[in-house]
């Protein structure tokens, strides 16, 4: 999702790619378009957890330490006139809701952008990720290994296709949702392919 500053800020560009499945390209993206425009903040939240003490061996609970202080600088940020870009994995809508709210609450802008694969890519993406394939997902992290032996001691292929039908139901839920295709081994392609659906240029 992205955030837009409000009247007095610096509003203008389009929102990065922020939701989607794991390995789907949205940290990529989302530092590519804040690249190109200054003053755009990367709220990443897998980068802030590893700010966290301990982070390497309990993930999870690292993830739900951080959330809180990624929400008061969310709105820290737009407060003072400035656009976010959240690349971050929301499968639920009442977490997205949270985010939302961040926005709302200082009167900015909330644009909501889904990256998506069919079922079957995005479980391969996710694999091939950190692997140094060129699939067009997200960089190699030094979280990757955690987020794999989380998902495999979750069940594995069958926990990210339940990930995928969960992003789904929030797409039915939330039909001013964005969906943009994630085009498997080109980024530059989706990234245009963002840029063209929210109606902005890079």
């Given at each position: 999702m992205r955030w837009r500053a409000g009247p007095s800020g610096s509003a203008g560009g389009t929102p990065a790619p922020p939701n989607g499945p794991p390995g789907i390209g949205k940290s990529t993206l989302a530092r590519r378009y804040a690249g190109e425009h200054p003053g755009v903040l990367t709220?990443?939240?897998?980068?802030?957890?590893?700010?966290?003490?301990?982070?390497?061996?309990?993930?999870?609970?690292?993830?739900?330490?951080?959330?809180?202080?990624?929400?008061?600088?969310?709105?820290?940020?737009?407060d003072g006139g400035h656009d976010v870009v959240l690349p971050q994995m929301l499968a639920r809508v009442t977490e997205l809701e949270r985010f939302e709210a961040a926005a709302t609450r200082v009167g900015a802008d909330?644009?909501?952008?889904?990256?998506?694969?069919?079922?079957?890519?995005?479980?391969?993406?996710?694999?091939?990720?950190?692997?140094?394939?060129?699939?067009?997902?997200?960089?190699?992290?030094?979280?990757?290994?955690?987020?794999?032996?989380?998902?495999?001691?979750?069940?594995?292929?069958?926990?990210?296709?339940?990930?995928?039908?969960?992003?789904?139901?929030v797409l039915a839920l939330r039909p001013d949702t964005i969906e943009v295709p994630s085009i498997d081994g080109d980024p530059d392609a989706t990234y245009r392919a963002v840029l063209t659906a929210v109606g902005a240029t890079a």
């Open positions: 709220c990443d939240i897998d980068v802030l957890r590893t700010l966290i003490g301990g982070w390497e061996d309990d993930f999870a609970t690292a993830g739900g330490l951080i959330r809180p202080a990624a929400l008061a600088l969310i709105s820290a940020y737009l909330f644009v909501t952008v889904m990256l998506m694969d069919d079922e079957e890519s995005a479980i391969s993406r996710f694999h091939a990720r950190g692997a140094g394939s060129a699939g067009g997902g997200d960089a190699v992290d030094p979280w990757h290994a955690q987020v794999r032996r989380i998902v495999t001691d979750e069940g594995g292929d069958a926990v990210l296709a339940h990930y995928h039908r969960r992003l789904r139901d």
